[in-house]
């Protein structure tokens, strides 16, 4: 194997080249440069590239093994020894304190996604690396490869009707690059305030002021984001998710939807849609079509294959009016030269060949079951909660009678080795009468869910949280 390591070496030193080599790569493999388990080239292959005698390097490799700092076994080469003390890596956080390891993890974040169709992708990826030319490894277009803006352009159109074609079209680095933009380009058009839903993601309300534009948080209720709440705050941006609503899973009811338009056409205002849960709807009434068909001249619909694929590839779109969308071009081109080529290839042959929605369809009959079995569950193990929300996406908001201490609950969970979020994290404000817990369930089976609530409901003097 023709492996190669950058090691230097000074042939005037005083220090002889086998001393050298070892200093070299025992101050590497200290720094952490080289880590555990890294594979090191022959010692003829290195005393080759370094224009030394083989003898050099092997009497090199043979102090290093001594010491400790390498292993070498027959037919497996020469590699840093895989026990190594390291720095310990920094701890990931829950809301408060270090993850700890546990038997189900019940959180609604990157982890809890369904399998992700590999036999497909690969086939996809495999053809369009046979099919493509030059002229698609140079830089790509900012606004996305034209193939999958088309492919874009028919799904969004026949799924979620929007109103759109390839030239509004731009594809992006997920949600995040979407919302990053947006930030930059508000304060351009004279607003500095982004109205976002309360409850809603923790994440998002950090993002949008570390960007510099003012988040004002507005109420959600049964009927999803209050209007009149928004025009009262004085904001002329606001960010909804329509469809889903997270975390409390509510559909915006026609009623908000047409107040919603009036909103924006009153204030001169900007609608950001996000369509993060793809097309995951397992509720068996019909999936609202877009917000964005409503007023297409003042909305930012943003979509995303982080839920339907995974959230690894970092793919994501959005549709905007041309004004707005030359606005987040020239936003965009100021941080990056486009989305990776080959990735937006391979999903535009999904696309077009009708397996991302064959796939779908195995996610959605798969949510259905799971769905089902947390409603059950709930229903068995949790007295008095309910599951609120439509059947669609990766989470459920689950709301607890109105005196449980939603705090304690979480806690005694915590001791079951069970990993769940309490609501309170995502208010805005703190909220003590409306306590509930947001459930991801997406990539557990359906005995799990079952499992795992069943977990939290089992009670003892210590634990006496539900009635």
């Not at 924006?264 to 609608?271: E, M």
């Not at 069970?418 to 005995?447: E, I, K, M, T, Y």
Request: with cysteine; hydrophobic share 40%; proline share 7%.
């Amino acid at each position: 194997m023709a492996l190669h390591i950058a090691v230097e070496v000074v042939r005037d030193s005083r220090n002889s080249l086998t001393t050298q080599i070892q200093e070299f790569i025992k101050r590497e493999i200290s720094e952490g440069i080289l880590q555990p388990g890294t594979r090191l080239p022959s010692s003829r292959r290195l005393a080759g590239d370094l224009d030394v005698s083989r003898s050099v390097v092997v009497e090199a490799y043979g102090q290093l093994v001594a010491e400790g700092y390498l292993e070498a076994a027959q037919g497996a080469g020469t590699r840093v020894v895989g026990h190594l003390e390291a720095e310990p890596a920094a701890p990931a956080l829950l809301d408060e304190g270090q993850v700890p390891r546990v038997r189900w993890d019940l959180r609604p974040g990157g982890g809890n996604t369904p399998a992700f169709p590999r036999r497909e992708w690969l086939r996809c990826y495999q053809r369009v690396l046979q099919e493509t030319d030059s002229v698609h490894h140079g830089y790509p277009p900012p606004a996305g490869d034209p193939a999958l803006r088309y492919e874009l352009a028919c799904y969004l159109g026949r799924l979620r009707g929007l109103r759109t074609s390839p030239d509004h079209l731009m594809v992006v680095a997920g949600f995040a690059q979407t919302l990053s933009l947006v930030c930059e380009v508000l304060p351009r058009l004279g607003i500095d305030e982004l109205a976002i839903e309360d409850p809603g993601h923790p994440g998002q309300r950090q993002f949008v002021r570390e960007s510099g534009v003012r988040a004002v948080p507005v109420r959600v209720d049964g009927q999803g984001i209050d209007v009149e709440a928004l025009a009262a705050s004085g904001a002329r941006a606001v960010l909804v998710a329509p469809a889903h609503q997270f975390p409390t899973g509510v559909t915006l009811s026609p009623e908000r939807r047409e107040a919603l338009a009036r909103w924006a056409r009153d204030v001169d205002g900007w609608v950001i849609e996000d369509d993060y849960d793809g097309g995951l709807w397992y509720e068996r009434s019909p999936r609202p079509l877009a917000l964005q068909r409503m007023m297409p001249g003042r909305v930012v619909y943003a979509g995303t294959a982080s839920k339907t694929l995974s959230p690894g590839l970092r793919l994501g779109w959005l549709a905007a009016p041309r004004p707005m969308l030359d606005e987040l071009l020239r936003a965009r081109a100021r941080h990056d030269l486009g989305t990776e080529t080959l990735t937006q290839l391979a999903f535009a042959e999904l696309l077009r060949t009708g397996l991302f929605d064959r796939h779908l369809r195995r996610l959605n009959a798969l949510g259905r079951r799971r769905r089902d079995a947390l409603d059950e569950a709930v229903f068995r193990y949790l007295p008095g909660a309910v599951v609120l929300g439509r059947g669609a996406g990766l989470h459920a908001y689950v709301r607890l009678p109105r005196h449980t201490d939603e705090g304690a609950l979480v806690a005694g969970a915590l001791r079951r080795s069970v990993l769940v979020r309490g609501a309170a994290a995502f208010h805005a404000w703190p909220r003590r009468d409306a306590p509930a817990l947001v459930v991801g369930h997406a990539h557990l089976p359906c005995s799990g869910v079952a499992e795992a609530i069943r977990a939290m409901g089992v009670r003892s003097d210590a634990d006496a949280l539900l009635p």
